[in-house]
Structures are given as C-alpha cells and as structure tokens.
T-cell receptor, first 110, second 116 residues
Framework: SQQGEEDPQALSIQEGENATMNCSYKTSINNLQWYRQNSGRGLVHLILIRSNEREKHSGRLRVTLDTSKKSSSLLITASRAADTASYFCATTDSWGKLQFGAGTQVVVTP | EAGVTQFPSHSVIEKGQTVTLRCDPISGHDNLYWYRRVMGKEIKFLLHFVKESKQDESGMPNNRFLAERTGGTYSTLKVQPAELEDSGVYFC??????????????FGPGTRLTVL
C-alpha cells in the first residue's frame, strides 16, 4: 500500500497562478520529501521537511507539514510553463528507502 | 561530476524474453536503490544495496527479478522471463553514506521497459 497519497491527481493552471497540491501519509515519519519528474526524465529532489518542522521555503516553493493530520502541502507560486511536471511526495525509512505517492500531474499553460 | 546514468533508456521486448537494465550510480555513493513506476501508478521501491550487499529487497515483485551489484559499483536488474505487467519505468537512485535517512537520493533518467 502506498505511504503517500497526492491530491489532486491532476492540476491545470495558467502561468503566473499558484499551484497547490496535498499529500497524506499513514505512518510516523522522520521527514517528508517532494520530488518533480519532467516527462522522460528522472526524479529531481525539490525539498525536504523534517518531522519537527512546520513550514519550509525554497525559491518559489513552500512546503508545510502537519504531523497531527499526517499531511503535507506543496505550493508553487507564480507558476511557469517549465513547472509542468509530475510532483510526488515521499517518506523515508531509517535506511533512506523512499515510499512515494501516486503523484500530481501539473500542467501550466502560457 | 556525472550523475546517475541508466542504460538503456528504452527497451521493447516480447513476453518471455530476458532484459537486463544497468545503473551506474554517482561515484563514491554506497547506497543504490531501484524503483519502478508502472502505468501511471505510484513509484514503488524494489530494493536497496549498500555497497555490494542487499540491504532490503522487500519490494522485488517475484523471483523473475534479479539484481546484482558486483564490486559495489554499477548495478544490474535482470527480468527473466519478462511478463506484460513488468512494463513501466525503472528508476535507479544513489546516495552517499548508509544509515542516514536524510541523505538526498539522486535519480537517474529511468529505463522505460515495454513488454509486448
């Protein structure tokens, strides 16, 4: 069974708009990570948030974590066409094994 | 510094044939992971090497899959015989020291396997 579940499954927005996607997980975590996959390419690590953190920023990315609700959100501000990709949340065990959700497909139109 | 590389980028084979995927991790990375994504579903863990040893192979779907990492450098993942449900994208990732869950994993571009 998957650890992370993303919501929505797909998101279509216009350039300049913000994109928000959510992730829920089932078990206790040490950290939660977000990855991006552009079509035909590998996964790129975006941001890691630790279980004792509530919010983290990196450029146009903002991640929140609510361990009481076992959920996280990723906000992309001022989206660009280049942000078109699939976004995945993932949790890790003590050996670094990643457990991914099904992902959110984001399409940003010019 | 070269990233994680995978070969081939795409493989099309018939059911019953054998395919071997290769992953070259970043030099010096002890940890090597295999994952796969089948038909738009979630990316699932297959197994984890620490150097040449299998740390965790709980995600290997069945005994048709065999992974090796001789010498602790590159790794191969062989599927024999391939079945239709094996189609998907196989990702490899590597990270530095073992036993640290905060180590960032660097992913290769993946191998797209199509079984006809």
């Amino acid at each position: 069974s998957q650890q992370g579940e993303e919501d929505p499954q797909a998101l279509s927005i216009q350039e300049g708009e913000n994109a928000t996607m959510n992730c829920s997980y089932k078990t206790s975590i040490n950290n939660l990570q977000w990855y991006r996959q552009n079509s035909g390419r590998g996964l790129v690590h975006l941001i890691l948030i630790r279980s004792n953190e509530r919010e983290k920023h990196s450029g146009r990315l903002r991640v929140t974590l609510d361990t009481s609700k076992k959920s996280s959100s990723l906000l992309i501000t001022a989206s660009r066409a280049a942000d078109t990709a699939s976004y995945f949340c993932a949790t890790t065990d003590s050996w670094g094994k990643l457990q991914f959700g099904a992902g959110t497909q984001v399409v940003v139109t010019p | 510094e070269a990233g994680v590389t995978q070969f081939p980028s795409h493989s099309v084979i018939e059911k019953g044939q054998t395919v071997t995927l290769r992953c070259d991790p970043i030099s010096g990375h002890d940890n090597l992971y295999w994952y796969r994504r089948v038909m738009g579903k979630e990316i699932k863990f297959l197994l984890h090497f620490v150097k040449e040893s299998k740390q965790d192979e709980s995600g290997m779907p069945n005994n048709r899959f065999l992974a090796e990492r001789t010498g602790g450098t590159y790794s191969t993942l062989k599927v024999q015989p391939a079945e239709l449900e094996d189609s998907g994208v196989y990702f490899c990732a590597s990270s530095q020291e073992a036993g640290d869950s905060y180590n960032e994993q660097f992913f290769g571009p993946g191998t797209r396997l199509t079984v006809l």
